[in-house]
């Protein structure tokens, strides 16, 4: 199994959907969770991190953390095509090894017009 | 929000040679690491980049292969020695996660090794 799974993709979503990435874990000590974004070529951008069990929105996205289900997820609404991309999602680790990110295959996303 | 940069931002090198990579921080950070993403492959982990001491290596990293140093809070570099075409790859340096706070990422170097 691996550390860390997302859906297998590539997703596409018309423009103006709700875009859904999910992510499961295998590390129970994770104490954080974040979402990456990174477009073809280029460095991974913070799309935002969930630390607490529930949900956390910022403007059009929205992650959901159930730690007990060892899930995560990514919700984009209204989405553009500049959304189009690449969504890493990455625990990270607690105990000894504090700090280190454990990154996903990845979902690839394209929104079309 | 911390600010990385990262150089060089690319490089074409000869098969055998070594290339040293810097990341620099604006602001004193107690966690950097180093990342290497293959084509078309998601991030691994090469290192932890510690201040002050050795580097602590992931499976399948070496000291030997990638030196690391940190001689400070905001400053770090990986070294790629005696290169190979496998080792043609993009490399990351990153700044934190710290507890319950974001960790942020260089742009890049993007080696290629002929």
């Known amino acids: 199994q691996k550390e860390v799974e997302q859906n297998s993709g590539p997703l596409s979503v018309p423009e103006g959907a709700i875009a859904s990435l999910n992510c499961t874990y295998s590390?129970?000590?994770?104490?954080?969770f974040f979402w990456y974004r990174q477009y073809s070529g280029k460095s991974p951008e913070l799309i935002m991190f969930?630390?607490?069990?529930g949900d956390k929105e910022d403007g059009r996205f929205t992650a959901q953390l159930n730690k007990a289900s060892q899930y995560v997820s990514l919700l984009i609404r209204d989405s553009q095509p500049s959304d189009s991309a690449t969504y890493l999602c990455?625990?990270?680790?607690?105990?000894?090894?504090?700090?280190?990110?454990?990154f996903g295959q990845g979902t690839i996303l394209t929104v079309h017009p | 929000s911390a600010v990385i940069s990262q150089k060089p931002s690319r490089d074409i090198c000869q098969r055998g040679t070594s290339l040293t990579i810097q990341c620099q921080v604006d602001?004193?950070?107690?966690?950097m690491f180093w990342y290497r993403q293959q084509p078309g492959q998601s991030l691994t982990l090469i290192a932890t980049?510690?201040?002050?001491?050795?580097?602590?290596?992931e499976s399948g990293f070496v000291i030997d292969k990638f030196p690391i140093s940190r001689p400070n809070l905001t400053f770090s570099t990986l070294t790629v020695s005696n290169m190979s075409p496998e080792d043609s790859s993009i490399y990351l340096c990153?700044?934190?996660?710290?507890?319950?706070?974001?960790?942020?990422f260089g742009q890049g170097t993007r080696l290629t090794v002929v």
């Open positions: 990153s700044a934190g996660p710290g507890l319950n706070t974001e960790a942020f």
């Open positions: 590390d129970r000590g994770s104490q954080s």
């Open positions: 990455a625990p990270q680790a607690g105990g000894t090894s504090y700090g280190k990110l454990t």
């Open positions: 969930i630390y607490s069990n």
């Open positions: 980049a510690n201040q002050g001491s050795e580097a602590t290596y």
């Open positions: 602001s004193q950070v107690t966690m």
